[in-house]
Nanobody
């Protein structure tokens, strides 16, 4: 059974850091593009970062470029999203998704991804 589980969310002050994890089971995540999306209340789901399977190329949305870093740990079947210099506008529910398009063309849309985690809340507030 394919499953993605996010962890590492929570409440952090502006300027702080969090590291989200996306752990896969039932498949080898290294074989698939993994994407991170987020959705704030009343807004559409936004693609923010992805990492490809073949060459581990990465993509970042302008809203997070220079602050967020995506990486893989093949041995742990886990993809990480290191989030630094967090801002209140980063507050959202964060989702990881698998089996998207190659990242060199961008993250794609949510409908491009086959598998999804349940999401985890990140709140940036003083």
């Amino acid at each position: 059974q394919v499953r993605l589980v996010e962890s590492g969310g929570g409440l952090v002050q502006p300027g702080g850091s969090l590291r989200l994890s996306c752990t896969a089971s039932g498949f080898t995540s290294d074989y698939y593009t993994i994407g991170w999306f987020r959705q704030a209340p009343g807004k559409e789901r936004e693609g923010i970062s992805c990492i490809s399977s073949s060459d581990h190329s990465t993509y970042y949305a302008d809203s997070v470029k220079g602050r967020f870093t995506i990486s893989r740990d093949t041995a742990k079947n886990t993809v990480y999203l290191q989030m630094n210099s967090l801002k209140p506008e980063d507050t959202a529910k964060y989702f990881c998704a698998a089996d998207g398009p190659a990242c060199w063309i961008g993250i794609g849309s949510p409908s491009d991804y086959m598998y999804w985690g349940q999401g985890i809340q990140v709140t940036v507030s003083a």
